[in-house]
């Protein structure tokens, strides 16, 4: 069974400041992951994915995460938040050798960007 | 132009009623798939589908239906609603890729149900 750790329900920061989300996994064989955002009442955007190759990746809004498969890690960053990155955040998994698994999500992650 | 587009968009209704939700994407991809948002922000996977065919139903009641009429919509029927499918649903649609699903989700903007 695949499952993602989200071990904070609220991160606070700065604007200006850089900001780190963090993201654990648990899968069988490769991991596909990702990053969504939810602002209220809408539905779920996406970020960015690590499917193979470089560890660190890049995605909308500024936004990057670095892939850590000895520490099962997935954690999203920004060097500089903005208020408007005031959201909540969802890290996903998919187990990658299977044909048409499930994208599991984490509980999500509220960021509080205060100005 | 909407991606993946829901309808309704807030449902209120009494208890034992049946209600649908419709669902359609003009992405061109081949899956879809319903999630359900409760109370608490939890995304859980309830159905999904591959050009039209169900390949993923993960424990949900059968009070709840989906069907495909084709690969661009994916509706949600639900029969004597009871008080714990309060909720959000929403769709979603991605492009497998030579049988592996690595595509990003691409989600509606939810279906938010209250049963009374």
């Given amino acids: 069974a695949q499952s993602v750790a989200q071990p904070e329900d609220q991160v606070n920061v700065a604007e200006g400041n850089p900001l780190t989300v963090k993201c654990t996994y648990s899968v069988s064989g490769n991991p596909y992951l990702f990053w969504y955002v939810q602002y209220p009442n809408r539905g779920l955007q996406f970020l960015l994915k690590y499917i193979t190759g470089d560890n660190l990746v890049k995605g909308s809004y500024g936004f990057e995460a670095e892939f850590n498969k000895s520490q099962t890690s997935f954690h999203l960053k920004k060097p500089s938040a903005l208020v408007s990155d005031s959201a909540l955040y969802f890290c996903a998994v998919r187990e990658g050798n299977s044909g048409y698994s499930t994208l599991t999500f984490g509980k999500g992650t509220m960021l509080l960007v205060s100005p | ?61 059968n009070r709840f239906s989906p069907k495909s009429p084709d690969k661009a919509h994916l509706n949600l029927h639900i029969n004597s609603l009871e008080l714990g499918d309060s909720a959000v649903y929403f769709c979603a649609s991605s492009q497998a890729r030579r049988g592996r699903n690595t595509g990003e989700l691409f989600f509606g903007e939810g279906s938010r149900l209250t049963v009374l």
Avoid at chain 2, 22 to 50: R, V
């Fill in chain 2, 1 to 61: 132009d909407t991606a993946v587009s829901q309808t309704p968009k807030y449902l209120v209704t009494q208890m034992g009623n049946d209600k649908s939700i419709k669902c359609e994407q003009n992405l061109g991809h081949d899956t879809m798939y319903w999630y359900k948002q409760d109370s608490k922000k939890f995304l859980k996977i309830m159905f999904s589908y591959n050009n039209k065919e169900l390949i993923i139903n993960e424990t949900v009641p």
